[in-house]
């Protein structure tokens, strides 16, 4: 096929002068072994270019954009690329292949977007093997890909920081999936979801709160426009405080203490036959006690929340509630006045937790706007959120400032 062609904007660059031609040359290579029915067209990134793209589209091409960082003059080129945007077209699974096949050396390569470009749960599952490759990449964006085996939760399985998975339709079966991968606590390194515009409801929202009690990673979490009411805020909000242990959370605990003494028994025995076997060969005397003393630090007790930050009271198994979000957005959802209690006892119960304890903030800041709160419900959240932490905010579509003052006012007359 024809080589792939370089553009930025309207300008077409010509191998001898592009300051980036290497990429596009081992894409163009990578993309001989492939067939296409657009040809792949590299193009240097900038928001007017792919603003162009998307109202004035060659048929029978398709626009990848790389964005390059400034580096000093001396770094080579395959240290400059930083990010792969491919938005607003269809992605040929080929595509993927070809892009893997030719970025295999860019370290600082950290942002891959394939947005409303109509991918499939093939493409999701390309991506995993991408992403297993490009092991520098740390934050992914699939937006507006709305796909029926809503296998999202494979592209959780790398090493990824950040992901967006905006307007993709996921319902509860998918954020089941999601619940899944994540509930391994202090495994998966994701600080940053965004679940907004999808189509989780409270049944949704009920796999969010279950991750929440045990994921002990999530900075953040964005879930604006998913349709969420009173109902399913409540196990959200009660995983950031106190909660009783459950029945499947009791079931981990046991399997996580089995587990771990296998492994020091298993352990154990190992050290044990190893000395014998020394000690035959060397005629050494190593009594039998000595032999199987095998120092218990050595095998950690893997951290879950329902072991390590449990206690016990009156014969049942309580936890404290989640210390690490610090960022919640429930913008545009369905969550009334009877929600109100959840947020205040959450916060009071993270005040009373954390305010002498400098290194945990928990919750500094809730979008709550465009739900039917009233800006009295509105004014209470944001009093008990500044007495917890005097920097924290709540996002709100009205001006909590002029009703406080407006309060002021009311009671100096």
Not at 24 to 48: D, H, M, N, T, V
Not at 127 to 132: D, G, K, M, T, W
Not at 238 to 251: R, S
Request: charged content about 25%.
């Amino acid at each position: 096929m024809a080589a792939t062609k370089i553009k930025s904007g309207k300008s077409l660059y010509t191998d001898a002068v592009s300051p980036v031609n290497n990429i596009f040359k081992k894409l163009s290579k990578s993309s001989e072994w492939y067939s296409f029915r657009k040809q792949p067209i590299g193009c240097i990134y900038s928001a007017a270019a792919t603003t162009a793209s998307k109202s004035g589209r060659m048929t029978n091409e398709a626009r990848i954009y790389f964005a390059f960082k400034t580096m000093r003059k001396e770094t080579p080129v395959d240290e400059t690329l930083e990010k792969i945007i491919f938005k607003h077209d269809t992605l040929e699974v080929n595509l993927i292949s070809a892009l893997r096949d030719s970025l295999d050396a860019y370290p600082l390569l950290t942002v891959i977007k394939f947005e409303f470009c109509q991918l499939t749960a093939r493409h999701i599952e390309e991506l995993a093997e991408f992403l297993y490759q490009i092991k520098s990449v740390k934050e992914i964006s699939v937006n507006g890909n709305p796909i029926p085996e809503q296998n999202y939760h494979l592209l959780l399985q790398r090493e990824i920081i950040c992901v967006s998975f905006k307007y993709c339709n996921i319902n509860a079966e998918g954020m089941k999936y999601i619940y899944q991968e994540l509930c391994t606590p202090h495994e998966n390194p994701l600080l940053h979801l965004n679940l907004a515009s999808n189509d989780l409801y409270d049944e949704g929202a009920f796999y969010v709160g279950k991750l929440l009690r045990i994921n002990r990673k999530l900075l953040s979490v964005n879930l604006a426009d998913n349709k969420i009411t009173s109902t399913g805020v409540g196990p959200i909000l009660k995983a950031l405080q106190k909660f009783e242990i459950d029945e499947d959370e009791i079931i981990e605990r046991r399997k996580i203490r089995f587990d771990y003494q296998r492994k020091i028994m298993d352990s154990m025995y190992r050290h044990k036959e190893g000395k014998k076997s020394r000690s035959i060969r060397n005629r050494s005397r190593i009594s039998e006690r000595q032999s199987i003393i095998i120092p218990e630090a050595t095998i950690e007790l893997p951290y879950h929340p329902a072991l390590q930050d449990s206690v016990e009271e009156n014969g049942r198994w309580f936890c404290s509630g989640n210390n690490v979000l610090s960022q919640i957005n429930l913008s545009y959802n369905k969550i009334k006045k009877d929600a109100v209690p959840y947020f205040l006892d959450m916060l009071d119960y993270q005040k009373l937790q954390y305010t002498n304890n400098p290194d945990t903030l928990a919750i500094t800041k809730i979008s709550l706007a465009g739900n039917p709160l009233t800006i009295e419900d509105l004014y209470q959240i944001q009093l008990t959120l500044e007495k917890k932490f005097s920097n924290s905010s709540i996002s709100t579509t009205t001006s909590l400032t002029d009703y406080q003052e407006q309060r002021i006012q009311s009671t100096t007359f």
